[in-house]
């Protein structure tokens, strides 16, 4: 059995939505989607940079000794 692991878009909503029973958008829900895609934008950013300057250290140790390297992701559970 696998576990659940929800979408981007499924968390974005719940985190619009978390304190409305109705879902229909209003001020504060768009606010919400505001704080969350700044919050995420913010993730994304500094995973680019991490993966970056990974590649970049990967690819002169390559170079200069002559073995490839290749980092693993740190922040991946399983092989895909």
Avoid at 8 to 32: G, S
Avoid at 51 to 73: E, F, H, L, M, V
Wanted: proline share 8%; net charge negative; aromatic share 16%.
């Amino acid at each position: 059995m696998s576990e659940f692991t929800p979408t981007t878009k499924q968390v974005r909503k719940i985190y619009a939505t978390w304190k409305y029973e109705d879902p229909e958008p209003d001020e504060d829900m768009l606010t919400f989607i505001g704080e969350f895609d700044r919050w995420l934008a913010e993730v994304q950013a500094a995973a680019w940079m991490s993966g970056y300057y990974t590649g970049k250290r990967d690819y002169a140790g390559s170079i200069t000794g002559g073995i490839p390297i290749s980092t693993p992701n740190p922040y991946q559970e399983t092989d895909q």
